[in-house]
């Protein structure tokens, strides 16, 4: 299996398409927010044209309203790879959601029943008192992961501490990190790009973005906002412009900060792997690359 993973904005859903045609082969996606029918230009989907070139998989195939986690998509991907490997012996995971790229290459640590009392008792902290109190919880009764976390996601902050509330054990002690044995070799490539280049490509994406309807997206899916597919960066900040918190042109630089702040995160996952490093336009030494692992 070959693996694209790296920050956002760093070509690797182009990058995937032309190996798929190169090899002949399809692509499972790895982006936790591209999986939901109604987020399109928020969370910058694959182009008509690419999902044309080559087929994809586990784009688009759940609702908003549906409850989908890491665990779904364990399930889903590693479905849809025995179905391609029954036919071909090569696929392509892309995408930089760090927790699903593991889910597909290690397998997920097993957490116990959460209390939904709990959950809706954080939900709806979070909705009448912002991110604040729900870091500042997790912070004082689980340090170690709060360290690590994304604390800018209130879906993981929230996960967490109904994990932690329900169970009485800090939510660190449950990620053993044990990989499961799997039915593949992956071949692994990062792609990465110059830290203030990719800054200018993420400033420059979102201006697209905006050009293309992204406010028009987010209005209709306002009355929604509750929704944990919805807490995302590319439309928190909408909401946050129809509150009436933040003026239109806050919005938009707040969705370039965050997600800049997102491929930040995103580098801090990656380094430890040290898998091989290529630039998106480095095509000709990626094929390179993956015919030397296949032989």
Known sequence: MIVIGGPTATGKTQVAVE?????????????????????????????????????????GH?????????????KDALFRLNELYKDKDLAILAGGTGLY??????????????????????KKIYHENGLTPLQDELNLHDPDYYLQVDKQNPHRLIRALSIIRSSGVKYSEFLTHQSRDRDFEPIPIYLNEERKKLYQKINHRVDEMVAQGLENEARDLFPFIQLNGLQTVGYRE???????????????EKIKQHTR?????????????????FHADDLTAIITHIQTRLQ
């Open 62 to 74: 759940v609702s908003i309203h549906q409850k989908y986690d890491a665990g779904n998509y364990e």
């Open 238 to 252: 909408w909401f946050m412009h129809f509150e009436g918190k933040i003026s239109k042109e806050e919005a938009i």
């Open 19 to 59: 190996l798929a045609q190169y090899f002949q082969c399809e692509i499972i996606s790895a982006d936790s927010r591209q999986v939901y029918a109604e987020l399109n230009i928020g969370v910058n989907k694959p182009s008509p044209t690419q999902l044309a070139a080559v087929r994809h998989h586990l784009i």
């Open 261 to 277: 702040n997102y491929a930040k995160r995103q580098w801090t996952w990656f380094k430890p792997l040290q898998w091989p490093e």
């Open 101 to 122: 790229l593991r889910a597909i290459l290690e397998g997920l640590d097993i957490f116990p029943q959460v209390n939904e009392t709990e959950v809706n008792n954080l």
